[in-house]
């Protein structure tokens, strides 16, 4: 029988590991993380956040360039971070980039009583994307709007998007529970209440809205609330692992902001393994064919005991 969670009873995540993974997460040295690189997954470092930002911006611009009449194609894209997004826009316009054919796909959507939150509800994440991205685009280089797919509550016209563009690259964060998107580990119920779901069916799982880890309600009250729990919706919609596996390669983004030292080393050091558990979701991308995890030098820190 697994641990139970130390955080969080009624849920799996990563404290119900075997303590040998956690330590052997743990222990490693930013120069041990890079060394993590392995055929299908890539660890890249950046030393400065200039470099990488705009690296992240750029893997827009390389996907959109792809686009034609005949091959759409897209990058579906994440809230958190965001300082990437008006770069984005900067670089479109500078490039004259016309994105009559290319596509974008939102990761995730808060919901409340069931229908996802409208664009001028504070947290917004589609409200965001327009603000710091789309709406800084030149009129005449802008995508059309029907290209541009939010995902709702209701989530099949959005599953059905996938079918009609490709997705060149899914970027993403990384949350305090482990999670790309919202894709929370699941709660400890049956018929998994001994033992997690089973990699293969949780990678069965599309676009839906899913309840939400409580660690993952209180990074969001730290990181977007200045820690107001109570203004965070309990539920979101968000993009599945069976649209995941749709895209031709995932690109993590770890600046130090929005995971702690010790979470940043343990999914690359479970990916690289090929350590796949639904306790621990990003792990799961062990099983995609092309991943890459980029980090902030400066933000890796060290797993160290420090009393403040």
């Given at each position: 029988m697994r641990p139970t969670s130390i955080v969080a009873p009624e849920w799996w995540d990563y404290t119900t590991l075997d303590r040998e993974i956690l330590d052997?997460?743990?222990?490693?040295?930013?120069?041990e993380l890079a060394g993590l690189s392995r055929e299908?997954?890539?660890?890249?470092?950046?030393d400065t956040l200039e470099d990488f930002y705009l690296a992240e911006a750029f893997e827009y611009i390389t996907a959109w360039k792809q686009a034609t009449a005949d091959q759409p194609v897209g990058i579906c894209g994440p809230i958190g971070p965001t300082e990437q997004?008006?770069?984005?826009a900067r670089l479109v316009n500078e490039l004259e980039l016309n994105l009559q054919h290319a596509h974008f796909w939102g990761m995730d959507e808060w919901v409340m009583e069931g229908v996802e939150v409208p664009e001028d509800f504070a947290l917004s994440f589609a409200r965001t994307d327009r603000e710091l991205l789309f709406d800084r685009i030149r009129p005449d280089l802008r995508m059309p709007e029907s290209n541009i797919h939010f995902p709702k509550a209701n989530a099949t016209e959005y599953i059905e998007s996938w079918n009609h563009a490709r997705c060149a690259v899914m970027q993403g964060g990384q949350g305090e529970v482990k999670h790309w998107a919202f894709n929370d580990p699941p709660k400890r119920q049956p018929p998994y209440d001994q033992q997690p779901p089973p990699p293969e069916e949780y990678r069965k799982l599309t676009t839906r809205v899913v309840d939400l880890h409580p660690m993952t309600l209180i990074q969001n009250a730290r990181t977007s609330g200045g820690g107001v729990v109570s203004n965070v919706p309990t539920q979101a919609?968000?993009?599945g692992p069976a649209e995941t596996w749709?895209?031709?390669k995932v690109s993590i983004w770890h600046a130090g902001t929005h995971d702690n030292p010790f979470g940043q080393r343990l999914t690359a050091f479970m990916i690289s393994?090929?350590?796949?558990?639904?306790?621990?979701?990003?792990?799961?991308?062990?099983d995609h064919p092309n991943v890459q995890f980029n980090y902030y030098r400066p933000g890796i820190g060290a797993c160290d005991i420090e009393m403040h």
């Open positions: 052997a997460a743990a222990r490693l040295s930013a120069s299908g997954f890539t660890v890249q470092l950046y997004l008006p770069l984005v919609v968000t993009v749709k895209s031709d393994k090929g350590i796949a558990d639904s306790a621990v979701p990003m792990s799961l991308l062990a």
